[in-house]
Every structure is written in structure tokens, then in C-alpha cells.
């Protein structure tokens, strides 16, 4: 059972940066394909970016593209959303999400943490 806990969310304006975190409690991160997903009110939740084990493309949604970036230190056994340019639309709760490269369908949550963009 791995446990994945985000940190780093909070109210913005809108243009501001906020950099999300996820920590991990597993001792081999580096095998852990890692996603972030967001929901914001009233709607589904939706993928945000990708970031797969060593060596692999990250990805992202359209609407964010050129204004978030992934990243993971699996030394630390942490994943980073940094988010710049906020806007009002990003205001959602934000979801680390991981899975072994082997055991894809069993997927970890953390709790998630609010992201705020609101003058």
C-alpha cells in the first residue's frame, strides 16, 4: 500500500505560481508512472500531466500546456506540479495519483489539496 500526500495548494491570483507537491511512502518511487488530476467544482475530474519513470515524455492537458510543469525527485519520493500564469479556471482540488509500471491497474490517491485563483 503506497501513500501519497499533497501539500502546497492555497488562494492565488490570477498570473501568481504555486508549486504543488506529493510525497510518496514508498521506497521505489522510480518504478512509479505518477499523475496529477484535478476536479473542479461541479465538474469531473481530469488529468493535468503525466510523468512517467526515468527517461520518459511527460505530458500534459491542453489547457495547460506552457504554463505547468511536472517533475519528480524519486531520490526524495516526491512528485512537483509547478503551476504559473494561474488562472481563474485552475481553481480545482489537485490529486497526485501513481501505479507501479507493472501493476497498472492498481492505482494510489492522495487526499488532494485546494488550489485557489481568485483576485
Known amino acids: 500500500q503506497v501513500q501519497l500526500v499533497e501539500s502546497g495548494g492555497g488562494l492565488v491570483q490570477p498570473g501568481g505560481s504555486l508549486r504543488l507537491s506529493c510525497a510518496a511512502s514508498t521506497y521505489d518511487l522510480s518504478n512509479y508512472v505518477m499523475n496529477w488530476y484535478r476536479q473542479p467544482p461541479g465538474k469531473e475530474r481530469e488529468l493535468v500531466a503525466t510523468?512517467?519513470?526515468?527517461?520518459?515524455?511527460?505530458d500534459y492537458a491542453d489547457s495547460v500546456k506552457g504554463r505547468f510543469s511536472i517533475s519528480r525527485d524519486d531520490a526524495k519520493n516526491t512528485v512537483y506540479l509547478q503551476m504559473n500564469n494561474l488562472k481563474p479556471e485552475d481553481t480545482a482540488v489537485y490529486y497526485c495519483?501513481?501505479?507501479?509500471?507493472?501493476?497498472?491497474?492498481?492505482?494510489?490517491w492522495g487526499l488532494g489539496t485546494q488550489v485557489t485563483v481568485s483576485s
Open positions: 510523468i512517467p519513470r526515468a527517461g520518459g515524455n511527460t
Open positions: 495519483n501513481g501505479y507501479h509500471f507493472l501493476a497498472p491497474g492498481i492505482q494510489y
